[in-house]
């Protein structure tokens, strides 16, 4: 069974720019979450999708966004990137409906902004 | 009192003997407890959890200790092995597929 799929692995942008991450979650999981992770802060949680809604949203900026598609990839959006928004961007998939349950995560995109 | 606060940030332990990481917690409505272990360019993988209806939890040389009055838990790897030097989260959750996570421990388990 194949894992949670990320993609770009890694990208450089400028600040100002935005960018797009893609997730592709295990097959028959219909929950994805993502989550931020810097040295600073560590593993911050941005969102979660289920059924093409976002069930959960963490305190971060509008900048910010995602959407999941009826096939349950899931992308999230940076817009106006600035010097802080560089980290690992961890995408997790999940079985679980209703009460939480284990996240598998992906390898990640590491996002530079210079 | 939503955050999870994770000690020692890092921890170097001989190889046999026995890896102790601590979490405290706020939110006495968090209801789910897991530990991920996160391997250098990996994402976190799950290594055991706990609800707070059970004390403590052992899977293999993996034990969560979970203290519901003190609010903490604990996680402890006995006779740890080279192979288990990663860096270590403690989560926590309310009812909902959003976890908060301790800042990590990096472990280091010297032959």
């Known amino acids: 069974k194949a894992g949670v799929t990320q993609t770009p692995r890694y990208l450089i942008k400028t600040r100002g720019q935005q960018v797009t991450l893609s997730c592709s979650p295990i097959s028959g999981h219909r929950s994805v979450s993502w989550y931020q992770q810097t040295p600073g802060q560590g593993l911050q949680f941005l969102f979660e999708?289920?059924?093409?809604?976002?069930?959960n949203k963490g305190n971060f900026p509008g900048r910010f966004s995602g959407r999941q598609f009826s096939n349950s990839r899931s992308e999230m959006n940076v817009s106006t990137l600035e010097l802080g928004d560089s980290a690992l961007y961890l995408c997790?998939?999940?079985?679980?409906?209703?009460?939480?349950?284990?996240?598998?995560f992906g390898e990640g995109s590491r996002l530079t902004v210079l | 009192q939503q955050q999870v606060k994770q000690s020692p940030q890092s921890l170097i332990v001989q190889k046999g003997g026995i890896s102790i990481i601590n979490c405290a917690y706020e939110?006495?409505?968090?209801?789910?407890f897991p530990w991920y272990q996160q391997f250098p360019g990996k994402g976190p993988a799950l290594l055991i959890a706990?609800?707070?209806?059970?004390s403590e939890k052992k899977e293999g040389r993996f034990t969560i200790s979970f203290n519901k009055s003190a609010k903490q838990f604990s996680l402890h790897i006995m006779d740890s092995q080279p192979g288990d030097s990663a860096t270590y989260f403690c989560a926590a959750s309310q009812g909902a597929q959003k976890l908060v996570f301790g800042q990590g421990t990096r472990l280091t388990i010297n032959p």
């Open positions: 997790a998939s999940s079985l679980s409906g209703t009460q939480v349950g284990e996240l598998f």
């Open positions: 999708y289920f059924s093409e809604t976002q069930r």
């Open positions: 706990i609800r707070p209806d059970v």
């Open positions: 939110n006495t409505a968090f209801d789910y």
